[in-house]
């Protein structure tokens, strides 16, 4: 089975040779350096550039040379060998064999995400290294695996977020053929394969579509990173063109399941159609029989763009990270208070019962974290599905001025209260690698810029002054001890130590995990394969939290007790107990909750 995505530009491998593309409506003139050889490039109207090479063919290396300029890679690559400043080279995608020729995704229903960041997540650092481990997550109960952003980015050594060139794998993780493999092995175990996108912008480093193509950026918007994509002005088509083929790209040619969506609150798009709604409607269009799934980050909470139609399919994205899930039991299970965490302090219980149930803990009220702006949508007519839930992900931890990770901050029977009401909610859970057995290891930002030391400095002071508004970094000896994320230690560190799973404590956490997702398998799928009706949710008796959801199968109860006496619970109907704390006490059909305790309920439908 082979498979290939064919788009306008890049390199394009045929039958009659490799044709070359450049969209380059700001450019004098451009020459196509291939090996040894330089050839002008013609003009074929609106902007392009185009040749066809009967002699080209893959493993060829080639480059542009932009105004007589020095060469640049192709925007649209499909490997770097030599780096995001280097040459490409030219890929034919259908010299790879495909074996999973009867895959067709699984139902989102089915989906138990797990994070991972490919150049920590072994010591191989690569896809490879990557291989073994499939089994074991498979094993664990893991359904899809998450890959953060693998697009080609400058160094040995990157987050993936500051990318700059989205269609060409990174080759400090291997080559396209070693994800694919990766990935058609990920299919064999009956696991789903994420790959998480960048569209709100280009790293600041090896971007070089200025220089031919100024018209890619707007400055009519403004993003954390610069000036916007230009989605919506002069010229906006080949742009536009440009991300949704990546979002193809990876669908059709290299298989994969799904998509996470970086940051889109930051993509700003005044069009008719926005580029959300675009990218969403042509990959149903293109991949009718598929179960493929798109999921953004969305820090404003915009229910929109998760409403259901016909059968309860979604009309656009199938779910959305839900940051107020972790920020709410971060808040609760550390008291920490300063940043985002400021808008969870007041009443937190309160808000997990509303996040649990309804998705959203903001749905239109004002942000104080925001100066007072209104933030979010009502979701509560959405279903759980709608919403991807996790107590860590690269961000919480990695951001994080000391990388530290939730078991390093929290004792363990607090956070197997989480862990439980995080793996057995009807709402989509995450783990983030190594969260499964409590990782020693922490997880930092880092970067590589070597090339680059303005840029590598900058990049050191702003962490700095980043964490200079929390309380613990207020002083200058303080902030001397974050780590550089320049430095090959912050990535070093970062490393997974897979051996020490076997030894305790880790060992229990990593058991009882196992234990949770076989739980989640056996009585909670039943459940969110049948319609969903709705959910309640109450505080009570000082901060005891019960959450009810209701399906057709029957319904799903979750009480937790976040105070510091002991709480009266009991049993309602037909329930039966699915889980609870290790010390809670039962007579009959009531029992005492202690502070941290809890309790997972199934109904049968009535």
């Not at 220089?211 to 000036?227: E, I, L």
């Not at 912050?490 to 305790?504: C, D, G, H, I, T």
């Amino acid at each position: 089975m082979m498979r290939a995505h064919s788009m306008p530009f890049g390199a394009e491998s045929g039958s009659k040779g490799t044709r070359f593309s450049l969209w380059a409506p700001t450019a004098h003139s451009v020459s196509l350096v291939i090996e040894d050889t330089e050839q002008p490039m013609p003009e074929i109207g609106d902007g392009w550039r185009g040749l066809l090479l009967p002699q080209a063919g893959a493993g060829c290396s080639y480059a542009y040379k932009i105004n007589d300029g020095p060469l640049v890679p192709d925007p649209a690559s499909r490997f770097q060998p030599d780096d995001a400043h280097g040459r490409s080279v030219v890929i034919d995608p259908r010299a790879y064999q495909w074996s999973d020729d009867g895959w067709s995704g699984r139902p989102w229903e089915d989906a138990v995400l797990y994070e991972i960041h490919v150049g920590t997540a072994t010591t191989a650092g690569t896809y490879a290294g990557l291989l073994p481990k499939l089994d074991e997550l498979a094993g664990l109960g893991v359904t899809a695996i998450e890959l953060m952003p693998i697009g080609d980015f400058p160094g040995r050594r990157n987050w993936g977020y500051d990318g700059v060139l989205p269609f060409a794998p990174d080759a400090s993780y291997g080559t396209p053929e070693e994800l694919k493999h990766l990935i058609d092995r990920a299919h064999a175990l009956q696991l789903m394969v994420f790959i998480d996108v960048v569209y709100n912008h280009l790293g600041p480093s090896g971007n070089y579509i200025r220089q031919y193509a100024s018209s890619f950026f707007t400055k009519r918007h403004h993003t954390p990173w610069g000036d916007g994509i230009n989605f919506d002005g002069a010229d906006c088509r080949p742009v536009r063109d440009f991300f949704v083929h990546n979002a193809l790209y990876w669908l059709e040619e290299f298989h994969a399941d799904g998509l996470r969506l970086d940051a889109v609150h930051a993509i700003h798009d005044d069009s008719e159609t926005h580029i959300l709604a675009e990218i969403a409607t042509r990959v149903r269009q293109a991949l009718p029989g598929r179960n493929v799934h798109t999921v953004v980050e969305n820090d404003a909470n915009e229910a929109r763009w998760l409403a259901r139609g016909a059968l309860g399919r979604p009309s656009f994205h199938t779910a959305q990270w839900n940051d107020d899930f972790h920020h709410t039991w971060h808040t609760l299970l550390t008291d920490e208070k300063d940043g985002y965490y400021s808008d969870y302090a007041d009443d937190p219980v309160a808000r997990l019962g509303r996040t649990l149930a309804d998705g959203f803990a903001y749905q239109g009220e004002p942000s104080a974290h925001r100066g007072g702006k209104a933030r979010g949508e009502p979701s509560a007519h959405l279903p759980p599905s709608a919403f991807v839930a996790f107590l860590q992900n690269h961000d919480q931890t990695g951001n994080r001025a000391m990388g530290e990770r939730l078991s390093h901050l929290v004792e363990p029977r607090k956070l197997a209260l989480a862990r439980a009401a995080l793996l057995l909610s009807p709402q989509i859970p995450m783990l983030f690698m190594g969260e499964e057995w409590a990782a020693s290891s922490p997880f930092f930002y880092f970067v590589d810029f070597a090339d680059d030391e303005p840029l590598s400095a900058a990049v050191r002071h702003g962490r700095r002054r980043e964490f200079a508004r929390f309380s613990t970094f207020d002083d200058a000896l303080a902030a001397e001890k974050i780590p550089d994320p320049t430095a090959d230690a912050a990535a070093a560190r970062s490393v997974l130590q897979w051996e020490e799973r076997r030894l305790s404590p880790h060992a229990d956490v990593l058991t009882d995990t196992r234990r949770l997702l076989q739980l989640r398998r056996s009585e909670v799928w039943p459940l969110t394969r049948t319609d969903y009706f709705g959910a309640e949710w109450s505080v009570h008796a000082e901060n005891a939290l019960d959450v009810g959801w209701r399906f057709g199968g029957g319904t799903l109860r979750f009480l937790a007790n976040f105070g510091d006496g002991s709480v009266l619970w009991g049993i309602h109907g037909n329930e039966r107990i699915l889980w609870t704390s290790p010390n809670v006490s039962r007579t009959g059909n009531a029992g005492m909750l202690l502070p941290w305790e809890g309790v997972v309920l199934k109904g049968s439908r009535p």
